[in-house]
């Protein structure tokens, strides 16, 4: 992929074409993989959806109006609720439990391995702090350009 230069001067950080060719949907190797700590909020979201799944599973609701004098609201707001242990069936808390401690022996947080260049994750942290260039996406895909902006609006 092209990186185009569009400054006046050509002034554009130098080596930033390093970067910017690895296009737009490149995404950088965080520095650390995902530990157990990090799915703690997947936990709870998964209980609870799995929860609501079995506590409603075989119930068979009419959703669709009678008539014309049935309406539905169309404002949607998330229920917070939880089946409470004691009507969750003990083979679906017994599966859950049995199915997080499973996962959470796969999941060891470690240093993981970048994907660019020490130039390049140099460069990475240092352009968002450079108020003077903007680094778009050139038009009819032709790759990211350097766009110098000017202290003055016309």
């Not at 009678?66 to 009507?87: A, E, G």
Request: with cysteine; glycine share 4%.
């Amino acid at each position: 992929m092209a990186f185009h230069d569009l400054t006046p001067d050509q002034s554009a950080p130098p080596n930033c074409k390093q970067l910017f060719c690895l296009g737009s949907k490149f995404i950088p190797t965080p520095p650390k993989t995902t530990g157990r700590q990090d799915l703690e909020r997947s936990y709870e979201r998964f209980d609870r959806d799995f929860r609501l799944k079995v506590n409603f599973a075989g119930d068979d609701l009419d959703l669709e109006p009678q008539d014309d004098t049935d309406h539905r609201s169309k404002l949607y707001v998330k229920s917070k609720w939880t089946p409470p242990d004691q009507i969750t069936p003990s083979w679906v808390m017994t599966r859950v439990n049995r199915f997080f401690r499973k996962l959470h022996e796969l999941f060891k947080r470690k240093d993981a391995t970048s994907n660019m260049t020490p130039l390049q994750q140099e460069l990475l942290d240092t352009l968002p702090s450079d108020p003077t260039f903007l680094f778009p996406e050139a038009d009819k895909g032709l790759g990211p350009c350097a766009v110098k902006l000017s202290g003055s609006t016309h």
